[in-house]
């Protein structure tokens, strides 16, 4: 067997402790900046992923930095640019509408983890990952349990821009509600915007006014049509966050975005040196998507009956979705 020489064995030694010290580690932390649409607190999109990175926040040494409030693009692609430049290892560009911005920005910035949502496109770049949330599963579950409380046969749904996980999650409660009561009458009513909140209590005093007698929508600016919901005491069913608090009465329950599901991944992922080229999805399968009740609601045996049903169907696959 031949021996290594004295000099070739310090060279070794130099190599192991230069990589000891440079390879990445939990011990180290991780800067995580958020740029998201709308406020921190609105109890629906932009509170999802602030509440899941302050849940990882110990677990992983984050220092966190967060941007809300930039339903503008321009400022949001300002934000994202200004977090690179100043050396944050993972920007999270929380909303559908940064894309563009995104696939001009980070190959500027090769060694930054850039990650966005709700989207399953990473532009083909190998420091961009992608998260989606699959919020017709819990649409389906709000929708069957509405179908199975109202009274009247009207539902009426108020959604912001038919696109991404909005799209996906009304789309998913009409299901459920036409599976559970076939003679139920949905009524849509897409306003337009994400943020107009006064444009969404209208809507919901329209909904209110044809019959409805249980309402749902998705969006930060669903904070009008529950308004409009508590005035009328009709039934509520939330998604993105829990909005118990937006009426203890009325929030029957809500479809909870558990985004540190897929974090987790997009961290690890950028410890072990993998920034990007990957899609990830938060489903009712992997906890992403939890349905949480509001205790406060008497609600019938029957409805919740049917909620656990569209959990459990969906999850082991005998209940397939159209969308």
């Known amino acids: 067997m031949k021996k290594m020489s004295l000099k070739k064995l310090a060279i070794a030694a130099a190599t192991a402790a230069s990589l000891s010290v440079t390879a990445p580690s939990y011990a180290d932390g991780m800067k995580v900046a958020i740029i998201a649409p709308s406020a921190s607190n609105d109890l629906a999109f932009t509170q999802s992923i602030v509440d899941a990175v302050n849940t990882l926040k110990d677990e992983y040494k984050l220092e966190v930095a967060i941007t809300d409030g930039t339903f503008i693009v321009d400022d949001a692609a300002a934000a994202i640019r200004s977090y690179a430049k100043e050396g944050y290892d993972v920007v999270i560009a929380h909303g559908s509408q940064y894309g563009g911005s995104l696939k001009e920005i980070a190959p500027d910035f090769p060694d930054t983890a850039f990650t966005w949502g709700t989207s399953a496109d990473t532009f083909g770049l190998p420091n961009v990952s992608a998260y989606e949330a699959k919020s017709n599963q819990g649409g389906y579950v709000m929708g069957a349990m509405a179908g199975a409380m109202t009274k009247s046969n009207v539902i009426g749904v108020v959604g912001p821009i038919e696109v991404g996980d909005a799209k996906l999650y009304v789309d998913g409660f009409v299901d459920g509600a036409k599976a559970n009561n076939a003679d139920a009458q949905v009524n849509v009513n897409y306003i337009g915007s994400f943020g107009d909140v006064a444009l969404s209590a209208e809507a919901g005093k329209a909904h209110i006014a044809n019959g409805a007698d249980v309402m749902s929508g998705t969006a930060q600016m669903v904070v009008g049509a529950v ?72 609600l019938d045996p029957a409805a919740r009956a049917a909620g656990d049903a569209a959990i459990a169907g969906i999850i082991d696959g005998s209940i397939k979705l159209s969308h």
Request: glycine letters at 12%; aromatic letters at 10%.
């Open 227 to 298: 308004g409009a919901a508590r005035s009328a005491d009709v039934a509520w069913f939330g998604t993105q966050a829990n909005q118990t608090k937006l009426g203890k009465k009325i929030v029957v329950a809500s479809q909870v975005y558990k985004w540190e599901v897929v974090l987790r991944t997009i961290f690890d992922n950028a410890k072990a040196g993998k920034l990007g080229g990957d899609q990830h999805e938060i489903t009712l399968e992997n906890g992403g998507l939890v349905i949480e009740f509001n205790d406060k609601y008497p």
